[in-house]
């Protein structure tokens, strides 16, 4: 029996890949052909010259029908599953509503179509705690649709694609894992790209001595929800090896957020740097975002929703369930992210797609 994984050789997907390989015979991985070499790079890093005995690779896509794969490749994948690993989605707060409905609910539905008709012990989905939307207040693992508005279409389809898995649970036994912001290692600070708190300490580590940071009304009181990847894929490998976590909604948050404030002199702080906050309003700052201050900071405006976002986010599943990984508070780890983006320029913001 195999593991079938989409979302290979992504952020999230390439660290889960690592964890996966004492659970099974041999790891399928759909992939694009476009990251064929970078699938190729990132397998032989994990598991040596010797990779493609217990790595496999399937270019395909999961937007088309068949999930891109020919019959008898499609047959045989679904026949060999025993669990289903589904991590692809376009994870781009910036994302068109048609290419984002395409991949993350679309793609995502035909997913669903392959699990349904495979014999598995479980479908694994990732989410994100962005479900939410900007519900006002806090958001439970039992929550999803709870009458709120999105940020953008990112949030949006993810929400639908979510509540397509949930509509199809009493037919696919499944575990849905809901991350917040998931950021670098917390012992490397290895990523793969940079967004999120990266656009804000891009901008402090560009403006030496001090940096003017847009002050809005309700940041003092808003909470960010980052956690490193290695908590994000620790937590997935432990709760999905459990029995009881089928049919189980997991938020894999930091149970004691920063808030804004809290977080960006953290970063001020690692970045060596002193912050000016500077009176502002959401509406007044995307605006100014989308013109060449934009492009000089490098904040994306869609990025400015989250200073103000409403939302706590509370994981007593996680708690319950989770006896090994534990996310580490913010300020233990935001060094090591500082480095590797000193040391890393070359990182940008795309969006694997």
């Known amino acids: 029996m195999s593991v079938f994984l989409t979302g290979f050789p992504g952020f999230l997907g390439s660290a889960l890949v690592e964890r996966l390989r004492d659970r099974t015979d041999r790891i399928d ?19 040596g010259d010797d990779w493609r005995e217990t790595i496999a690779l399937h270019e395909g896509d999961i937007t088309q029908s068949h999930l891109g794969l020919g019959p008898d490749t499609y047959d045989r994948l679904q026949a060999d599953a025993d669990e289903v690993f589904h991590l692809a989605a376009v994870y781009d707060l910036a994302v068109e509503r048609e290419v984002g409905m395409a991949v993350n609910v679309e793609g995502t539905e035909r997913v669903l179509d392959f699990a349904a008709d495979a014999d598995l012990r479980r479908l694994q989905y990732v989410s994100t705690c962005y479900v939410s939307g900007r519900h006002d207040g806090v958001f439970r693992e039992t929550d999803l649709d709870v009458g709120q508005s999105f940020n953008n279409h990112y949030e949006e389809t993810k929400f639908l694609a979510e509540r397509a898995v949930q509509a199809r649970m ?19 600070g290895e990523t793969q790209k940079y967004d999120g708190p990266y656009f804000v300490l891009q901008w402090l580590l560009r403006c030496p001595g001090i940096a003017p940071v847009p002050f809005m009304p309700g940041s003092l009181d808003t909470e960010l929800n980052v956690v490193p990847r290695d908590f994000v894929v620790d937590a997935i490998d432990e709760l999905s090896r459990l029995e009881r976590s089928s049919g189980t909604v997991y ?28 009176p502002s309003t959401r509406g ?56 590797y983006v000193r040391e890393h320029p070359e990182i940008d913001s795309n969006a694997m797609v």
């Open 170 to 188: 009493d037919e696919i036994p499944t575990t849905v894992y809901r991350p917040a912001i998931a950021v670098g290692d917390s012992a490397t």
């Open 251 to 278: 938020q894999l948050c930091d149970p004691n957020p920063p808030t804004i404030p809290e977080l960006t002199a953290l970063l001020a702080d690692a970045a060596d740097t002193r912050t000016l906050p500077v």
């Open 29 to 47: 991985c759909l992939i694009q052909s476009r990251y064929r070499e970078q699938a190729e790079t990132r397998g032989e890093a994990i598991a």
């Open 284 to 339: 007044l700052t995307k605006r100014l975002l989308r013109t060449r201050l934009g492009r000089e900071t490098g904040i994306l405006p869609e990025s400015v929703d989250y200073f103000t976002h409403p939302t706590t986010y509370v994981c007593p599943n996680t708690r319950r369930d989770l006896e090994h990984a534990a996310c580490p508070p913010f300020e233990s780890y935001v060094d090591t992210l500082v480095d």
